[in-house]
């Protein structure tokens, strides 16, 4: 059928590509039924033919679903879809949903062999040491003093596939395998500590609307698209989610510098069977840092692969990644709430301030994988592996999660035997009476693979509690009725984000605002923008403001008066002093540098426990005076991007390469002089990304030539190149030299 032409009217407007449905949404959610929309002009179905070729007139679209009602996959009509069949509001979800089940089998099973989500991933192994600061409260024997238990750790983006880039706007998952002495202990979490539904149930809709939209498989990767936003918008549940993506935890520096949280409430048990509910947190040695915006853009073009390769070689260099693992404790109480907030509920967090963090271990990355499918791709991550001394709660996001991980392991690794692969055996004892199925390779003896039996001599046999044997936690389940819905404290959907944005400084505030304007920018719909404005508009005025006026529409007033919080300032990336651990230093020279001056330096960085970089205008070596240096990178392949700080080691001229046919990049630029371009152009984007900069001799020609000022903050000229690193060095404690622009946005109180 012919597609529309841009002299096509849509509704008055002119017809302009891109336009994610045949009409336009109303801003408001449609509650009238109606059968389903129709294709829009350009989309077809494939012709229609039977299973033995032959061909049938009818309608392409004939194969597209029909009717005006929900239904399940039996064509039976459904009155929710949002609620698992809960025993009561608070009670555990029921096995006997089986609208629960059939709706996420069939998601589990959508994708094959890749992962339906964390699709993208990169993965090292290690060893975590227990502190013995939880054995009090959990009798889980990796929590003890001391003891090591090796690890394989993955982290990944949540929406993009294999094949998409690492430093995308997203949710990162960090997700931590414990081959413990009892067993495989799997602590499957995200880099935010809040998820964006409060029920499982709907986590096919949450990622279906994420992921790119059905019909042109775009966007990758991203979040910047009309059907994110519409859901997002009318389950202001993910109110909370999607600020903490909107900031700037949504595009870490690395994984190195990522925290990561266990998002649902866990409970402990100590030996005397004792409970205490706690979240969990993994805190990065070297802080939480985060890319601007624009260096995330600039590194999914010059180098996609920024994250996984920034993991592999900082282990390969020896500067490996640390997180101390921490709790929250709370006491263990049948409301399961604290000072207010309901414990159960995934899109909530209790401020660190109202309940501090303990250190409980210390986990270490200490090496890469040696092959990527058989370890990083075919590791598989299951909340439902837990040892004695650690248990679940009835949140009933993490009940869907529970079944959800085992069924989609069945198909992403062709059966049930995916436990036996390398990277996924415990390293405890097994043995489980499991028989048969694909890909099975232990070779079992015995007759008797069931209990009780004598043929095999009873074995295996029972173990007792005493004997490390996993019992649930008894916990009494009060009487009520079979329901599909929530409890009323996790209807309160604004106060949460409230607090997070009112906690970030003035800075991460302004790259919130810079966020949202750029993601809904991307909408088509402006009825998709103006309702997102509505929930920005209950979250903060200030933040519904900035975001209004860049995308051109008018800010809206809150549906009701503003929560009253307290900002937590454990909650804002800034503020603090961290370690320059591996922290990457660039150095631009040539022949014509000291580079006798410039190996001592060298030198220095290393014995520093971070790393240099030689950026020259070729490879290979420099040969001047006091050489030979091996050069690392290029004027022509070197970006901003990778580097935490730069040294200018004098003013290098043009590279051989340097002329626009080469490298466009090479293009002369008013003021540069005899000074190479790119050296400008590398210098200006470090400056523009608040890093630290040094120079000496003829370098600071170079930062006057780059725009940057002499006395500008982070801006370092002596004389002595080890006076100037070490300067630059302190610096580098803040990750970045944040107060060299000023938000110009007035601070809401």
Not at 126 to 152: I, Q
Not at 224 to 242: C, G, N, R
Not at 485 to 513: C, G, K
Request: charged share 20%; net charge negative.
């Amino acid at each position: 059928m012919p597609g529309p032409t841009h002299d096509d009217q849509h509704d008055g407007e002119p017809f302009i590509p891109g336009r994610p449905g045949p009409k336009p949404p109303p801003v408001e959610e449609p509650t009238e039924p109606r059968e389903p929309l129709p294709p829009k002009k350009d989309q077809s179905g494939p012709e229609v033919y039977t299973a033995t070729g032959e061909h049938l007139d009818a309608d392409p679209t004939v194969r597209a679903q029909k009717g005006s009602r929900l239904t399940n996959a039996q064509g039976t009509r459904l009155y929710d879809t949002d609620h698992s069949l809960k025993a009561g509001e608070r009670g555990p979800v029921l096995l006997q949903d089986h609208h629960l089940r059939e709706k996420i089998t069939h998601f589990d099973h959508e994708r094959i062999p890749e992962r339906v989500v964390h699709a993208r991933g990169a993965a090292a192994h290690g060893v975590f040491r227990g502190y013995g600061t939880a054995s009090s409260l959990s009798k889980a024997a990796f929590l003890g003093k001391d003891v090591e238990t090796p690890v394989f750790v993955r982290f990944s983006t949540v929406l993009g596939s294999r094949g998409s880039a690492d430093t995308v706007r997203d949710t990162r998952g960090f997700a931590t395998k414990f081959y413990t002495s009892e067993g495989v202990f799997d602590l499957v979490g995200n880099n935010i500590p809040v998820f964006f539904i409060q029920d499982a149930i709907k986590f096919p809709d949450i990622i279906h609307a994420g992921k790119p939209h059905p019909d042109r498989e775009i966007p990758q990767a991203q979040s910047a698209h009309d059907t994110f936003w519409d859901f997002v918008s009318l389950h202001t549940e993910a109110t909370h989610h999607t600020l903490w993506n909107m900031s700037d935890r949504g595009i870490p520096r690395s994984f190195r510098t990522m925290e990561g949280f266990g998002v649902h409430t866990f409970r402990l048990v100590d030996a005397e069977g004792g409970t205490t509910l706690v979240k969990f947190h993994w805190k990065p040695k070297l802080g939480v840092h985060s890319m601007m915006w624009e260096e995330a853009q600039i590194t999914n073009g010059v180098d996609p692969d920024f994250h996984r390769r920034d993991l592999a070689d900082a282990i390969e260099a020896g500067a490996f990644p640390e997180w101390e693992l921490g709790i929250q404790t709370f006491p263990d109480t049948p409301e399961q709430t604290f000072e207010g907030i309901d414990l159960l509920d995934p899109t909530k967090i209790v401020p660190e301030e109202w309940a501090p963090v303990q250190p409980i271990g210390l986990l270490a990355l200490t090496a890469n994988p040696s092959n990527f499918f058989a370890e990083t791709e075919q590791v598989a991550f299951h909340p439902g592996h837990l040892v004695p001394g650690i248990d679940i709660t009835d949140d009933p996001l993490l009940a869907g999660r529970l079944f959800s991980y085992i069924d989609t392991q069945i198909t992403r690794l062709g059966g049930p035997n995916f436990a036996q692969i390398p990277v996924n055996r415990t390293h405890a004892p097994v043995n489980d009476m499991l028989r048969d199925g694909l890909h099975q390779t232990a070779v079992h003896s015995g007759v008797a693979p069931y209990q009780p039996n004598s043929l095999d001599g009873g074995c295996p046999f029972f173990a007792g509690a005493g004997e490390g044997a996993y019992v649930e936690t008894p916990v009494t389940v009060p009487q009520s009725s079979k329901v599909r819905a929530s409890p009323a404290s996790f209807a309160d959907h604004t106060s949460h984000p409230r607090r997070f944005y009112l906690s970030l400084s003035a800075v991460e505030r302004e790259h919130v605002i810079a966020a949202y304007t750029f993601e809904l920018s991307k909408c088509y719909e402006d009825a998709v923008k103006q309702r997102n404005l509505r929930v920005l508009a209950d979250i903060d005025p200030e933040l519904c403001a900035g975001v209004a006026a860049g995308l051109g529409l008018p800010a809206p007033e809150p549906s009701a008066p503003l929560a009253d919080v307290e900002p937590s300032p454990a909650l804002s990336q800034l503020g603090h002093t961290w370690p320059t651990d591996g922290r990457i230093i660039g150095i631009i020279a040539d022949e014509n540098s000291d580079l006798a001056a410039l190996g001592s330096l060298r030198s220095t960085v290393l014995d520093s426990g971070m790393v240099p970089l030689v950026i020259a205008p070729h490879g290979g070596e420099l040969t001047g005076s006091g050489g030979p240096v091996v050069a690392q990178r290029t004027f022509a392949n070197a970006r901003s991007i990778e580097f935490d700080a730069l040294l200018i080691a004098g003013a290098p001229g043009m590279g051989a390469d340097a002329y626009g046919a080469r490298d466009v990049k090479a293009a002369q630029s008013a003021g540069g002089g005899n000074l190479d371009p790119r050296v400008l152009l590398l210098v200006s984007e470090a400056y523009r990304h608040a890093k630290a900069l040094g120079a000496w001799g003829g370098g600071a020609d170079v930062l006057a030539a780059a725009g940057c000022p002499r006395e500008g903050a982070g801006i370092v000229v002596a004389d002595d190149p080890q006076h100037v690193l070490a300067q630059v060095t302190e610096l580098l404690g803040q990750h970045r030299v944040w107060d060299r622009f000023p938000p110009g946005n007035t601070v809401a109180s």
